[in-house]
C-alpha cells in the first residue's frame, strides 16, 4: 500500500490484559514513530526508531508500554497490564528520515474496560 | 475571508472563503514545523511544512506563515472547500533535540455551503 498501515483498527481489552498493535509502514521509510492521541488532543510521542534501533522513548509513559521493530519495517508496540488510562488511540507514523514528513497511519482506538 | 489572530479551537466559514488557522508554538528552538489536517476516525494527514530559515511557503491552495520574533504559524486555506472540514494541528520540532513532533492545540475548521 502506499501508506502506513496500522491494525487492529480498533481494540477492545479488559483491564489488566496485554495487547499488541502492528504498524506497517511505508516500504523503505527508515523512521517510525509511535504516537498516543487522547480524545480532543493532539498527539503525543511515546518513541522513535531509526531502522531497527530505538533511539527515543522518551516518551512511553511507563515501562508497560514497550515497542520494537525487529527488521526495520514492521513495528509493534505492546501494553502489558493494560490499565483504563491507556485507553487512546495510538498512532504510527514514518518518514523518510528524521528530516522529513511524518506520515501518519489511521491509528488503533484502544479502549480499556 | 476568516481571520484570526489569535488561536480559537473552532472556525467557521463559508464555501469560497479564505480561511486563516493560527498557531503559537512553545519552543524557540524549533527549526521545523507542520500543518496536518486530522478528519474524524482518520490519522493527521500532512499539508505543508516549513523550515525556521523561511517565514513563507506556498502549496496547492494553501500558504503557512512563520513568525519567529513572536513564534507565531500561520496556515491559510484559499476558497475554502467543505471537504476542508476537519481539525487542523501544527506541530513544531527542534531537529537537533531529537525527532519528536509537539502538537499545539488543534482547530476544528467547519466549512458551510
Known amino acids: 500500500g502506499a501508506g502506513v498501515s496500522q491494525s487492529p483498527r480498533y481494540k477492545v481489552a479488559k483491564r489488566g490484559q496485554d495487547v499488541a498493535l502492528r504498524c506497517d509502514p511505508i516500504s523503505g521509510h527508515v523512521s517510525l514513530f509511535w504516537y498516543q492521541q487522547a480524545l480532543g488532543q493532539g498527539p503525543e510521542f511515546l518513541t522513535y526508531?531509526?531502522?531497527?534501533?530505538?533511539?527515543?522513548k522518551s516518551g512511553l509513559p511507563s515501562d508497560r508500554f514497550f515497542a520494537e521493530r525487529p527488521e526495520g519495517s514492521v513495528s509493534t508496540l505492546k501494553i502489558q497490564r493494560t490499565q483504563q488510562e491507556d485507553s487512546a488511540v495510538y498512532l504510527c507514523a514514518s518518514s523518510l528520515d528524521r528530516e522529513r514528513p511524518q506520515h501518519f497511519g489511521d491509528g488503533t482506538r484502544l479502549s480499556i474496560l | 475571508g476568516e481571520s484570526v489572530g489569535l488561536h480559537l479551537p473552532t472556525l467557521s466559514v463559508q464555501e469560497g472563503d479564505n480561511s486563516i488557522i493560527n498557531c503559537a508554538y512553545s519552543?524557540?528552538?524549533?527549526?521545523?514545523f507542520i500543518w496536518y489536517k486530522q478528519e474524524s476516525g482518520k490519522g493527521p494527514q500532512f499539508i505543508i511544512d516549513i523550515r525556521s530559515n523561511m517565514d513563507k511557503r506556498q502549496g496547492q491552495r494553501v500558504t503557512v506563515l512563520l513568525n519567529k520574533t513572536v513564534k507565531h504559524l500561520s496556515l491559510q486555506i484559499a476558497a475554502t472547500q467543505p471537504g476542508d472540514s476537519a481539525v487542523y494541528f501544527c506541530a513544531e520540532m527542534w531537529r537537533q533535540a531529537g525527532t519528536a513532533l509537539i502538537f499545539g492545540k488543534g482547530t476544528t475548521l467547519s466549512v458551510s455551503s
Open positions: 519552543n524557540s528552538a524549533s527549526d521545523y
Open positions: 526508531f531509526q531502522n531497527e534501533a530505538q533511539l527515543d
